[in-house]
T-cell receptor, first 115, second 115 residues
Framework: GAVVSQHPSRVICKSGTSVKIECRSLDFQATTMFWYRQFPKQSLMLMAT?????????EQGVEKDKFLINHASLTLSTLTVTSAHPEDSSFYIC???????????FGEGSRLTVL | AQTVTQSQPEMSVQEAETVTLSCTYDTSESNYYLFWYKQPPSRQMILVIRQEAYKQQNATENRFSVNFQKAAKSFSLKISDSQLGDTAMYFCAFDLIQGAQKLVFGQGTRLTINP
């Protein structure tokens, strides 16, 4: 089946630094990718929709200058958490929509810890 | 805007029993998909079952089946002959077939299967 890979799976950084998370569709072209944030024991909250070749669409309340999203190709989207602070610590999950029936495929998730 | 509600934060049953997870949703749209996703401790999101709103027949996947009541906007998941490996968070989700497609998740139900 289709595979979406996220990297890194875990990252620890110091407060004030920037962290980049990659989301790749390994065996299909993803016209649209989504970035979610999940706090412990909570649901997935959509942060933004990433479309190849155009600007991402952010959900209400999500700071676009804080969470930079780039979808440079049909197989790669990146989320950069800029000037990270401890409150940005969370589990970030990406998903990619295929070009067939539009089924969504999820990455393994990335756990960010900001010290 | 679409909303998805799961009113059961936690459920627990014995192995081999049948369990039903509840989900209600609200939308003014007529064409949409409904999903149940499983998130085991590994945090990888796994698609359990999908239902197209235009189909009257309830979807089934082996031990998993749904009771889709479109007029009542209800979409419950039944797990038959539950297994220890079914222990996970289960999320009900909604997605439009056309237009602004973005998956909206319910709050989740933590299901524990006891030996």
């Amino acid at each position: 089946g289709a595979v979406v890979s996220q990297h890194p799976s875990r990252v620890i950084c110091k407060s004030g630094t920037s962290v980049k998370i990659e989301c790749r569709s390994l065996d299909f072209q993803a016209t649209t990718m989504f970035w979610y944030r999940q706090f412990p024991k909570q649901s997935l909250m959509l942060m933004a929709t990433s479309n190849e070749g155009s600007k991402a669409t952010y959900e209400q309340g999500v700071e676009k200058d804080k969470f930079l999203i780039n979808h440079a190709s049909l197989t790669l989207s990146t989320l950069t958490v800029t000037s990270a602070h401890p409150e940005d610590s969370s589990f970030y999950i990406c998903s990619a929509r295929g070009t067939g029936n539009g089924e969504l495929f999820f990455g393994e998730g990335s756990r960010l810890t900001v010290l | 805007a679409q909303t998805v509600t799961q009113s059961q934060p936690e459920m627990s049953v014995q192995e081999a029993e049948t369990v039903t997870l509840s989900c209600t949703y609200d939308t003014s749209e007529s064409n949409y998909y409904l999903f149940w996703y499983k998130q085991p401790p590994s945090r990888q999101m796994i698609l359990v079952i999908r239902q197209e709103a235009y189909k009257q027949q309830n979807a089934t996947e082996n031990r998993f089946s749904v009771n889709f009541q479109k007029a009542a906007k209800s979409f419950s998941l039944k797990i038959s002959d539950s297994q220890l490996g079914d222990t996970a968070m289960y999320f009900c989700a909604f997605d439009l077939i056309q237009g602004a497609q973005k998956l909206v998740f319910g709050q989740g139900t933590r299901l524990t299967i006891n030996p």
